[in-house]
């Protein structure tokens, strides 16, 4: 619930002060192979005039207290693509730098988000939904 919060402050506040800027809020359906990395939902805020863009969900809050800034990969007609980077911390000390990609495809609004470990790590985790314009 704090990051709902959180993400509405944060969208207003951004909205307020960049006519351009586009916030989406994402809702998702991670599955238990999505390793607890890729969350519920997500807020995802940007301008494509300044080229800026930041993410935010409740894994960025418990390790980061805040939104990340994420890169606009890939902008078309057909989607748009955010990449950024969490490091994250286990019990025992070690840190992990997990590398995300959401694509948001515009046609119908849905989204898929990936998430990789960094450090030549396989596999990785991906969940799929919908967002909508706030």
Known sequence: M???????LFAASLLAGQAQAVTLDCT??????SGGYVTERYILDYNEAEGTAVAVDSL??????GPVPAKLSDNTAKKTVF???VLTTS???QVTKMQFRAAVFKSDNSI?????????Y???FEARGKCKKV
């Open 28 to 33: 998702l359906k991670p599955s238990e192979s």
């Open 112 to 120: 898929t988000v990936s998430a990789t470990p960094g450090g030549g």
């Open 60 to 65: 960025i809050q418990y390790f980061h207290g």
């Open 91 to 93: 019990q025992s000390g």
């Open 122 to 124: 396989g596999g990785g």
């Open 2 to 8: 704090q990051v709902l919060k959180l993400a509405g």
């Open 83 to 85: 990449t950024w980077t």
